[in-house]
């Protein structure tokens, strides 16, 4: 029985992030942290004859956050744009996953049509060293241009 090696393990520091926003693409190498998923819409529905209650996949929902240090005015200008004018700025990520030291590969995940839900649009703090914000979002589609390979198990 073969088992997962260590240095198959993806560091999360080997990553990278790219947003597209009205066809510039902008490298996130301010993001300390960033998840997209999908959550299922599901359905319940009862039958003659069979006690549970059954499930039915309806749909889906996809949404995400990111913690980036506070060195960007961009999502700032965004949602200030929002607020002045009323246009809304919808921009894909790209986020890639590439471990040298891991013989599985590289795994590329675009996250599309991403929509911010809020902003910290001013901050200080005398407590931290440096200074983040979280930023929390939708999407609306989902494409992954590359997939990481099985693992050489040891």
Known sequence: M???KANDAVSGQEGRAYATINGNVEE???VK??????EKQKSEMRAL?????QHKATGWSGS???TIYYATTLFRQMMLDYIKT???TYFDIQIVNEDPGSSIGR?????KNVNLNSVILAKV???????DEEIDFTFEDIDILDSFSAPVLG
């Open 2 to 4: 073969g088992f997962f």
């Open 28 to 30: 996130m190498f301010y």
């Open 33 to 38: 942290t960033l998840e997209g998923k999908v």
């Open 49 to 53: 004859g069979r006690r549970g209650t």
């Open 64 to 66: 995400g956050s990111m």
């Open 86 to 88: 009323g246009k809304d």
């Open 107 to 111: 795994q590329t995940v675009v996250l």
């Open 125 to 131: 703090d005398t407590e931290n060293e440096f200074l």
